[in-house]
């Protein structure tokens, strides 16, 4: 799925979706999906390289910048393993390691009992990038992340989501209007979640002539970032059908009982 919903309305559609599973729950042909948030927290060496300036930021700031949502770059890549800090200082993380609920995973949930435990397939990821890594448009031309090839598991134990596993194509599409005419240039990359850590990752094996003056180097970045993932369905909507079912079952007794009154009446 591309488009997401904004921030302060995810709630909001989360527990629509929740009470539409609920209320059909009996039937279970329409209760198949849950859909959980998922929350990262990245590591503080997780870095973001500008191949082209040939510079990084590191999210902790590394040994001169204060980083964690302050400035956290740039520094010289040909200096590495030392840091040397380059230019006037910026912000790539703005989120810093927090970055908290940033989308949602869908995952059928057909057939699980809620006891013991129990996988079900990961089917859609609703997820942009670009909000947590270099989202500053007016300096980097402004980009859109695109996510497809989903496929994974997430695990339950008696009804609760304890662990999630999927890989994910992400394609990160940059703009280059600010910068000059409007070129979309897309970089190739991955985000991949094993054992509740995660990955986004982009060796990005495009490279872009911007036909500048020598040396001219080709536009090219990468995105090394990793850290924890937590899926919280909200609420657990397996521990919820079972009391959503006798409830239902109590509604249709008070029908009936009160049919059968109003014929004998």
Request: hydrophobic content about 40%; charged content about 15%; overall charge negative.
């Amino acid at each position: 799925m591309n488009t997401k919903m904004p921030r302060i309305l995810r709630p909001l559609r989360r527990s629509l979706a929740v009470a539409v599973l609920v209320l059909l729950a009996p039937g279970l042909a329409a209760a198949q999906t849950v859909i959980a948030n998922l929350e990262l927290v990245a590591d503080g060496n997780s870095r973001w390289f500008d191949n082209f300036s040939v510079v990084f930021a590191q999210l902790d700031g590394g040994p001169f910048l204060p980083g964690f949502g302050l400035e956290d770059g740039f520094y010289r890549t040909d200096q590495l393993p030392n840091f040397s800090p380059i230019g006037t200082p910026i912000t790539v993380f703005p989120f810093g390691a927090n970055w908290g609920d940033v989308g949602d995973v869908y995952v059928d949930v057909t057939g699980l009992s809620g006891t013991g435990v129990e996988t079900a397939p990961v089917t859609d990821l609703d997820v942009r990038f670009e909000d947590y890594v270099a989202d500053d448009d007016s300096v980097f031309g402004g980009h859109v992340t695109t996510i497809s090839n989903v496929s994974g598991t997430m695990t339950f134990t008696d009804g609760e989501a304890t662990s999630l596993d999927l890989t994910s194509t992400v394609v990160f599409t940059f703009d280059t209007a600010s910068q000059g005419p409007s070129v979309l240039l897309p970089f190739t990359g991955s985000f991949t979640v094993t054992n509740n850590a995660f990955d986004l990752s982009c060796t990005c094996p495009e490279g872009y002539d911007l036909m500048l003056p020598p040396p001219n180097l080709p536009f090219n970045l990468t995105w090394d970032v990793f850290g924890t993932a937590t899926p919280v369905p909200e609420p657990t909507v397996l521990a919820t059908l079972p009391s959503a079912v006798a409830l239902l079952a109590l509604a249709a007794r008070s029908r009936t009982r009160t049919r059968r009154d109003t014929l004998h009446a």
